[in-house]
């Protein structure tokens, strides 16, 4: 394996990390009722 493929795989999994670490915070940090407002299972 080249060293730029192992870099490249590296930085996609940290971006990846970073992206899901944001969205878990924004999620802790929003409302649960504007996450899941009444009645959104009826939108199926």
Do not use: C, S, Y
């Amino acid at each position: 394996m080249d060293a730029r493929e192992h870099l490249r795989k590296r930085q996609a999994f940290g971006l990846l990390l970073i992206a899901a670490a944001i969205l878990v915070v924004a999620l802790f940090r929003a409302n649960l009722h504007n996450i899941f407002p009444p009645g959104w299972w009826r939108f199926w």
